[in-house]
């Protein structure tokens, strides 16, 4: 079974950092992109930040300058290290990968979710 797991969420105050983990594991073949998403309360899921089936990195407009998304290929692991946090940021972090599967072939799959809470 191929499933994201994530890690790295929690309680920050404004202007604080953390950073979160995305580790896929399973019967995986390769990982043609992979990246992170958020969902605020009351809000439609967004890109934050990600690495595209092409190589290339997007990162969203709102995020430029604070947040970093980087990646080690050899443990199949995505990483999200945010700083200078806003209690805009607030929301439940999504990983989300496009890969293939050994026996199932091409998969979308997400992770669990975990929550950033940006607070005083």
């Known amino acids: 079974q191929v499933q994201l797991v994530e890690s790295g969420g929690g309680l920050v105050q404004p202007g604080g950092s953390l950073r979160l983990s995305c580790a896929a594991s399973?019967?995986?073949?390769?990982?043609?992109?992979m990246g992170w998403y958020r969902q605020a309360p009351g809000k439609q899921r967004e890109l934050v930040a990600g690495?595209?089936?092409?190589?290339?990195?997007n990162i969203a407009d709102s995020v430029k300058g604070r947040f970093t998304i980087s990646r080690d290929n050899a443990k199949n692991t995505v990483y999200l290290l945010m700083n200078s946090l806003k209690p805009e940021d607030t929301a439940v972090y999504y990983c989300?990968?496009?890969?293939?599967?050994?026996?199932?072939?091409?998969?979308?799959?997400w992770g669990q979710g975990t929550l950033v809470t940006v607070s005083s």
């Open positions: 399973g019967s995986i073949f390769s990982i043609n992109a």
């Open positions: 989300n990968a496009d890969l293939v599967a050994v026996v199932k072939g091409y998969l979308e799959v």
């Open positions: 690495f595209t089936r092409g190589g290339r990195t």
